[in-house]
């Protein structure tokens, strides 16, 4: 039995990851339709929905190790080992890529804001004794998340109201070596949205795909226009199922309604493999020598943000860097400023004492992960340096998280 639930608990973070990328996929169809602004904040919203999915079971099962945790690590793998390895990445397609320092500094002078919000509630545990601090410190914490909120959306405000996203691509190579880039809702028009790449880009689940304009090349086959020696069983019946899946999509009913099964379908399944993976992590624990902070910490972070991830690297590997460094900080700046406060509102209205308290080292690992990434993003070039460095200090909390002992 025991077995059986570190199983489950396996099974179920590895079925997370397909499933967040047909999230993603159909969050990006329903944006589509719904105009420039609703669009934008659709995404921006239902971005880390993977997440405030896994963090809402935790909350109801009274997990607050793995919501705390995982909170953090979601920050730190995205600041740290997402940026890092996309950092690499590039760096071994070309040397010293330039990215837009300013967008960077105003993104990173929010994630300071941040850090110094998330990290405030725990400094009343020196001041007041256990029951006196526990109640502020749930106070202080639901006080917190609503400011936090509040300057969130104003930050989206903001975006929304500029001309063009924060990360204006600096171009690296002539237009006719570029990938061509579709956004359904433009990556910048929130200027921090994660997963919002209908790139013809490779999902999680599957290899590229071919864009519309791609099909076209094929429908030129059927029309005789190339020579016919090339037409074989394969290609024409390629060329028919591309045409047979262009028609279907160009209609407007399936347009807007297959998004919307797909985004509740996925939604739904997400919550099931959620329940089943968080009402295991006890088994799971008690049976490895993993303990639940590594759990919140390293794994559930990497399970959910696995789409940023393979989003950051791909875009690195083809010379963008504007777009793996929007990746990257974009997701860090949601999970910081709405996701996080947002899981604290949602505690607080299902009578849940979730507070920001955090230990004194996840206290640590957070400062010291956002003064690393200060530290390494203020510059205009990218170096492999910089990515080992931001990796290797992943790596660190990595190790440190595995020898911590649980402490409520």
């Given at each position: 039995m025991d077995s059986d639930d570190s199983v489950i608990f396996v099974l179920n973070c590895l079925a997370i990851i397909p499933l967040a990328d047909v999230l993603c996929q159909a969050t990006d169809g329903v944006a589509g339709?719904?105009?420039?602004?609703?669009?934008?904040?659709?995404?921006?919203?239902?971005?880390?929905?993977?997440?405030?999915?896994?963090?809402?079971?935790a909350l109801v099962q009274r997990q607050y190790i793995i919501v705390r945790t995982s909170l953090l690590g979601s920050l730190v793998v995205n600041m740290l080992l997402v940026l890092g390895l996309a950092i690499l990445v590039g760096e071994a397609?070309?040397?010293?890529?330039?990215?837009?320092?300013?967008?960077?500094?105003?993104?990173?002078?929010?994630?300071?804001?941040?850090?110094?919000?998330?990290?405030?509630?725990?400094?009343l545990k020196l001041a007041a004794d256990d029951l006196t601090?526990?109640?502020?410190?749930?106070?202080?914490?639901?006080?917190?998340?609503?400011?936090?909120?509040?300057?969130?959306?104003l930050y989206l405000w903001n975006q929304m109201?500029?001309?063009?996203?924060?990360?204006?691509?600096l171009i690296q190579l002539d237009d006719a070596e570029v990938p061509e880039m579709v956004d359904s809702v433009e990556l910048g028009r929130a200027g921090i949205h994660r997963r919002t790449l209908s790139y013809p880009r490779?999902?999680?689940?599957?290899?590229?795909?071919?864009?519309?304009s791609d099909s076209k090349s094929y429908d030129s086959f059927d029309n005789g226009s190339a020579n016919a020696s090339f037409c074989t069983p394969a290609t024409s019946l390629l060329s028919r199922v591309s045409a047979a899946m262009d028609a279907m999509l160009a209609s407007t009913w399936a347009q807007r309604t297959i998004p919307v099964i797909?985004?509740?379908?996925?939604?739904?399944?997400?919550?099931?493999?959620?329940?089943?993976?968080?009402s295991r992590v006890?088994?799971?624990?008690?049976?490895?020598?993993?303990?639940?902070?590594?759990?919140?910490l390293i794994i559930l972070p990497i399970v959910g943000n696995a789409a940023e991830l393979v989003s950051g690297i791909l875009f690195a590997s083809r010379k963008q860097m504007d777009l793996a460094f929007a990746v990257s900080i974009g997701s860090a700046i949601q999970i910081a400023l709405f996701v996080t406060p947002l899981v604290v509102l949602i505690a607080w209205g299902i009578d849940r004492n979730m507070s920001l308290h955090f230990t004194a080292f996840e206290s640590v690992a957070l400062a010291a992960s956002s003064v690393l990434f200060l530290m390494l993003v203020f510059d205009t070039r990218c170096s492999v340096l910089k990515g080992v460095c931001l990796c290797a200090g992943y790596a660190i909390i990595a190790t440190a998280s595995y020898f911590i002992i649980d402490a409520e």
């Open positions: 339709y719904m105009g420039e602004t609703t669009g934008a904040l659709v995404n921006v919203t239902m971005g880390n929905l993977t997440e405030l999915v896994i963090f809402i079971q397609c070309e040397r010293s890529q330039v990215y837009n320092v300013l967008a960077t500094r105003v993104a990173a002078g929010l994630l300071c804001f941040t850090t110094v919000s998330l990290l405030v509630p725990s400094t601090t526990a109640r502020k410190m749930t106070d202080l914490s639901r006080a917190t998340s609503v400011v936090l909120v509040i300057v969130y959306f109201r500029s001309e063009k996203y924060a990360y204006k691509p490779a999902t999680l689940a599957s290899p590229p795909l071919l864009s519309m797909l985004l509740i379908a996925s939604t739904a399944l997400i919550s099931a493999c959620s329940e089943n993976l968080v006890d088994h799971f624990v008690a049976h490895s020598p993993i303990s639940k902070t590594m759990v919140g």
